[in-house]
């Protein structure tokens, strides 16, 4: 007999669907005599840490639980990537999986390959983010835009060698022009 744990999740404008799966979760498990050993409920956006999902998967790795039951893969993935890296722990923990909305069910050989599927699109996603980083740098630097982290200290250059010639030390240097001691010490060329 499977021990589940189910995990409801709704964005705070979509707070009424959280009793509904949370009772289809309950019913799910109980037609397949699967034993619910952990329920957690979360509310927030896709974009917050999911400190409920979190709990959950903790209960997985001290195995106090066989199966995590959602009811749709995007209540418990916050992109394919993120999605498909908790899969992968979940499975490499011997613990099942299912998405009550797609039917999908890691539990069986055909939920496994479909598992293999998500790979592929995890793989396209993070391609296609590489592409687009790639792409913009690059269209950065053909308009000029210089990348990187801004010259703030290199601006105060000048000021930096006309105190330094009249006497003045680095670290007071650096306190009147508010940069870092190390970037007056670069500018003056100085290594120590």
């Not at 896709?46 to 209540?75: F, G, M, T, Y």
């Not at 499975?91 to 598992?115: I, K, N, Q, W, Y």
């Amino acid at each position: 007999m499977f021990r589940a744990g189910l995990y409801a999740r709704v964005s705070t404008n979509d707070q009424q669907t959280l009793p509904m799966q949370s009772r289809a979760l309950r019913e799910y498990a109980t037609r397949r005599g699967w034993t619910i050993t952990a329920q957690v409920r979360e509310v927030g956006s896709s974009a917050d840490k999911r400190e409920a999902r979190e709990k959950l998967i903790e209960a997985a790795r001290r195995r106090e639980i066989d199966v995590v039951l959602v009811w749709r893969l995007d209540r418990w993935g916050r992109s394919v990537t993120d999605l498909l890296a908790t899969l992968q722990e979940l499975e490499h923990l011997g613990v099942g999986f299912v998405s009550l909305t797609e039917a999908l069910d890691l539990t069986t050989p055909a939920g496994r390959a479909m598992a293999g599927l998500l790979a592929i699109f995890a793989e396209f996603e993070r391609e296609i983010l590489r592409e687009r980083t790639r792409a913009g740098l690059a269209h950065a630097r053909q308009n000029g835009k210089r990348l990187g982290r801004p010259e703030t200290a290199a601006l105060h250059a000048a000021e930096v060698r006309k105190l330094h010639r009249t006497g003045i030390s680095k670290s007071e240097i650096a306190r009147q022009l508010r940069i870092g001691r190390t970037s007056v010490r670069r500018i003056l060329g100085a290594k120590s």
